[in-house]
């Protein structure tokens, strides 16, 4: 077992389901990763393989077929999934936050519905909130609900649709303005809706097109899309929680523990460059030796561990905190904000430390280089991070004159 990024007080049954997925990881992603990404082959074994370990219902309750685990033992699956290959963790990820969502804020019906097919993996979730010309501004989100009768007409164009493609059941963000008056701020005038689809590219159902794959630097394998809604009719009873203008709420708190998730990639990714950097630096020698015998490079190694370890304990802080039932959005945000500027910074180093050889796509370390700077960007940019950081830290420490 690695040294670094050890969690103490686990159960034994948490200590379990890790060892399991560490040794998938080892097994059946590290030595097929950088061929499939490559090729951006959608990696259909592994996700086979996650479903039959459960891995889709880790969080969903045991009375919806889940196992029914904490968001810390979710974001230490995600850490051995990232370290891996980072785009199966993105496959889980908005599948879960989805699943999150409805067992916090569906209705009974929707959570009878759809959690126990999402525990076995058949329904497959997305989310999507962005948009073309959106950015972090979620407020200016132009895609609109119109009631008609029992069903809502949604018309719009999303954007940034992970898993988008493979996806069965999308979460989608819209403005609804029946019922909130003129003025009302547009936070209060959003509406989160559960929209059933098929499989795969084209028009999926009437009124909705996924027209392909947006082609990536990274993060390849994964599917991102984009999400067009042209007379797209939703019955009343998909409205997540079957009241309309609670969609805002709904979605940050489903980003607040992909925050911890995003973390937790960045804390993976980077123990594989760790891992990659520190092999390496003693099989290559110059001037007679292991370069990792030269300070130069002990030297990066002891700041690629030290930022390994320290991301770790702040991405496993800001998970045990929210399950304690307990707000976590400054801690979430540290998380997300250090494990992804870490990572960054971890790669390079072992991207150095390889030499020519970094550059050499025969090598792992230049996948890795390629997909760091998503971290930099999902889940809400790091500038995003920081004045959220910001603003919950002047309501701590608010000035008393």
């Not at 119109?146 to 940034?160: C, I, S």
């Not at 493979?166 to 547009?186: C, I, K, M, N, Y």
């Not at 005038?189 to 794959?213: C, D, H, Q, Y």
């Not at 997909?371 to 809400?380: F, Q, R, T, Y």
Request: hydrophobic residues 40%; charged residues 25%.
């Amino acid at each position: 077992m690695a040294r670094l990024a050890q969690t103490h007080g686990l159960t034994d049954v948490q200590q379990e389901i890790l060892s399991t997925v560490r040794e998938f990881v080892d097994k059946e992603i590290i030595p097929v990763a950088t061929e499939l990404e490559h090729r951006d082959e959608y990696p259909q074994d592994i996700v086979d393989g996650l479903k039959e370990l459960g891995v889709f219902g880790l969080m969903i309750p045991e009375e919806y077929g889940g196992l029914g685990e904490s968001l810390l033992t979710y974001a230490l699956c995600v850490e051995e999934i990232a370290r891996g290959w980072m785009s199966v963790s993105g496959i889980i990820n908005t599948h879960f936050i989805v699943a999150y969502m409805l067992k916090q804020h569906g209705t009974q019906e929707q959570k009878d519905t759809f959690l126990p097919r999402m525990a076995a993996g058949e329904v497959r979730g997305a989310f999507s909130m962005s948009e073309p010309a959106l950015g972090s501004d979620v407020s200016a989100i132009t895609s609109k609900a119109v009631k008609d009768g029992d069903e809502y007409v949604l018309n719009g164009q999303k954007m940034w649709l992970t898993n988008g493609g493979t996806s069965t059941l999308v979460a989608v963000l819209v403005r609804s303005d029946e019922g909130h008056p003129e003025g009302t701020a547009p936070h209060k005038s959003m509406t989160t809706f559960l929209v059933e689809k098929e499989p795969g590219f084209g028009e999926v159902r009437p009124g909705l097109t996924i027209p392909g794959k947006i082609d990536k630097m990274g993060y390849k394998g994964v599917d991102t899309t984009e999400l067009i809604m042209d007379g797209l009719r939703i019955p009343a009873n998909r409205v997540l929680g079957g009241v309309t203008g609670r969609g805002f709420y709904q979605m940050m708190d489903g980003v607040e523990v992909g925050r911890v998730n995003v973390a937790a990639r960045g804390c993976g990714v980077a123990q594989r460059a760790f891992e990659l950097g520190v092999s390496y630096a003693q099989q290559r020698h110059t001037f007679g030796k292991p370069i990792a015998q030269h300070q130069a490079i002990q030297f990066k190694l002891a700041e690629m561990a030290t930022k390994v370890e320290a991301a770790h304990a702040m991405m496993v802080n800001a998970a045990r905190k929210k399950d304690s039932g307990e707000r976590n959005d400054l801690e979430a945000g540290m998380a997300k904000y250090l494990a992804s500027e870490y990572c960054k910074e971890v790669v390079e180093d072992a991207f150095r430390i390889h030499g020519g050889y970094g550059f050499s796509k025969e090598y792992e370390i230049e996948r890795l280089y390629r997909e760091a700077p998503m971290l930099l960007i999902g889940e809400g940019t790091a500038e995003i991070q920081k004045m959220i950081i910001g603003r919950r830290l002047l309501e701590e420490y608010r000035f008393q004159g």
